[in-house]
């Protein structure tokens, strides 16, 4: 990245001018060896080798998150059997807080370090080592030299049996696929590394190399996996005007169950089912993901809040536009796929009113804004409890919701000459590109208004940071679209809870929905629901069976392993579900804008 070009070049010249810990610090050579000698055990030895040091004391430190995933993990957990010798002596290298190491180096230049790292949880953003491969999350697997996380280190690979294939972004040396460079620590923390046997392919698009990776097996079909991400590759390529690597790897990490991803500089990992590919919707929903995911190499990896880079390792790293940097990944995740035609308009717009359904179910839009939502990341959304849904919103999801009213808004404001696109391209140039640093909430503000010809002061106050109920119509309108209600004539009571059945067939209140006949009445989580009326519950769907809106029900639950019995009167279900038909009789301005919004 551009950025970090400059402050090796600031450091450089502090070096010149006062040769003391700086020019340590730029001159020190770094090389790490990882190898697998218990993979069975899901283990990784790591051996780290540092010469040219010029300094007395030595702290190497392990990231305690990794970026895009907005959660303090603690990788130092992972860590065991530390040692330290300085100059072909051990020397003792004592813990000084969670995850920083000290070692005495007394002027020594040579240092070489070994630890072991338990990589033993499946995820996107963690490690995982077992005897069939070693997935390597970087910020989890390397520790740094304090103060040098602008340093260049080498990577050698030493593959466990018969693993045969290293799959990164990283650089090789001399063709040698097991040997690796990094230019600095925020991309080695940004490039994870695939070993072992995967399943290798590649395409062409938009002048880049892209290199999928396949671990896991599955019933995907390459050539048509290769059809498709080439398409997605392009759309979203033509959105930024340029494609900024040379190279881009998919590392797909194919279960029984799997999902979710993880974006990164130049290469992305991927969660999948493996045998999700062969249904229409397993299919769509991979290359909805995927989409997703190289839509962040422009969204967040490069255009990107400015506080999320360089990065803080040791801390969290608060912003409030992870609406944009997430919710409107998530809004042109589907843009995408709809403009390579491999979705219908209709499915499209399905998609989207998934969204709306999502959002206004959800108490939670009556208390946290998408601003507040984005800020409390790391203590809420990657950490919600049983209450969240009353109290918490999705970023992502309205997020997206904000991407598709500002896109309409764009569209019909400037006649179908501007769209959303034209602003993620305007600051990616501007801001990436041009100032080399990330974006205030007010600059992104200000891109939005430019191209939507007005003053946005009212929407960030209702919408950004504030509660007021989305106008879907106002905005659905301007592409002749509203809202239908399908439920709006139902009146089903509703309970209030959602459930779970125990091994031992006992049915387990697990969350109570704010304002709700159950919330109102007082069932609790962790209530136990024996009875209603006297009838046994034996399930959650059917538990209602009979009753009206408006009955009194006698609810025997136990609590804490003893019984109680509550009475609850049954309101009437609030639950919405939209659909988005067309308004009829449209005029030539929302047919126009429709076409622009839906590329049809
Ligand atoms: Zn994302």
Request: aromatic share 12%; with cysteine; net charge neutral.
């Amino acid at each position: 990245m551009k950025p970090f070009k400059h402050i090796i070049t600031f450091l450089l010249i502090i070096a010149y001018m006062s040769p003391s810990v700086s020019e340590a610090q730029t001159t020190a050579n770094i090389s790490y060896t990882v190898s697998f000698p218990e993979a069975q055990a899901h283990y990784a030895d790591i051996e780290m080798h540092i010469s040219g040091l010029k300094q007395n004391t030595l702290d190497l430190k392990m990231p305690v998150w990794t970026p895009g995933s907005y959660l303090v993990r603690e990788f130092a957990k992972n860590i065991e059997a530390f040692s330290a010798d300085a100059g072909g002596k051990a020397v003792p290298s004592p813990k000084i807080n969670k995850n920083t190491w000290r070692i005495a180096t007394k002027g020594v230049s040579t240092v070489n370090i070994k630890y072991r790292v338990y990589a033993n949880e499946i995820s996107v953003r963690t490690s995982y080592i077992d005897a069939s491969h070693g997935f390597l999350s970087t910020s989890g697997i390397f520790i740094y030299p304090a103060n040098m996380l602008h340093a260049p280190s080498t990577i050698h690979i030493k593959p466990y049996k018969d693993w045969a294939k290293v799959s990164t972004s990283l650089e090789m040396v001399n063709n040698d696929p097991f040997t690796r460079v990094s230019p600095n620590y925020d991309i080695l923390f940004d490039s994870p590394i695939e070993v072992g046997n995967q399943d290798v392919f590649g395409f062409d698009a938009a002048g880049v190399k892209y290199e999928v990776c396949m671990y896991g097996g599955g019933n995907y079909d390459k050539e048509r996996l290769k059809k498709d991400l080439h398409s997605i590759v392009e759309q979203e390529t033509a959105i930024f005007g340029e494609n900024p690597n040379k190279h881009y790897v998919f590392i797909v990490h194919n279960h029984l169950r799997g999902g979710g991803g993880l974006e990164h500089l130049s290469s992305t990992v991927l969660g999948a089912s493996r045998d999700n590919y062969a249904t229409e919707k397993g299919y769509q929903s991979f290359l909805s993901l995927a989409a997703h995911e190289h839509f962040h190499l422009w969204n967040v990896k490069r255009l990107r809040p400015i506080v999320l880079g360089p990065f803080d390792y040791d801390n969290e790293n608060y912003t409030t536009n992870l609406w944009i940097a997430e919710g409107f990944t998530e809004y042109y995740q589907e843009i995408a796929v709809r403009r390579t035609n491999l979705y219908s308009p209709e499915n499209y717009l399905g998609q989207i009113a998934g969204e709306f359904n999502i959002l206004e179910n959800l108490p939670g839009r009556n208390v946290q804004t998408v601003a507040e939502s984005s800020f409390d990341a790391w203590i809420k959304a990657y950490r919600p409890n049983e209450n969240s849904n009353n109290t918490t919103i999705s970023y992502y999801n309205k997020g997206a919701i904000i991407g598709m009213m500002l896109d309409l808004e764009i569209i019909n404001s400037s006649k179908g000459k501007y769209s959303l696109d034209d602003v993620m391209k305007y600051m990616y140039t501007e801001y990436y590109k041009t100032k080399k640093r990330g974006y205030t909430d007010a600059e992104f503000k200000l891109g939005f208004e430019k191209f939507a010809g007005k003053k946005l002061d009212d929407f960030y106050k209702n919408y950004i940071n504030g509660l007021t109920p989305v106008d879907y119509n106002k905005y659905l309108g301007y592409a002749g679209y509203k809202i239908v209600d399908e439920l709006a004539d139902n009146n089903d009571p509703a309970f209030g809870v959602a459930t779970a059945v125990t091994a031992n067939k006992k049915l387990i209140v697990t969350s109570v929905v704010r304002g709700t006949s159950a919330y109102i009445d007082g069932i609790n989580v962790n209530d136990e629901l024996v009875a209603i009326d006297d009838n046994p519950v034996t399930d959650a769907a059917t538990m209602l069976n009979g009753k009206k809106t408006g009955d009194k029900i006698k609810v025997d639950v136990i609590r804490d392993g003893l019984p109680l019995t509550l009475q609850v009167t049954l309101l009437k279900s609030t639950r919405v579900k939209y659909k988005i038909v067309p308004v009829g009789n449209e005029t030539a301005q929302q047919l126009l804008v429709r076409k622009k919004w839906l590329s049809i």
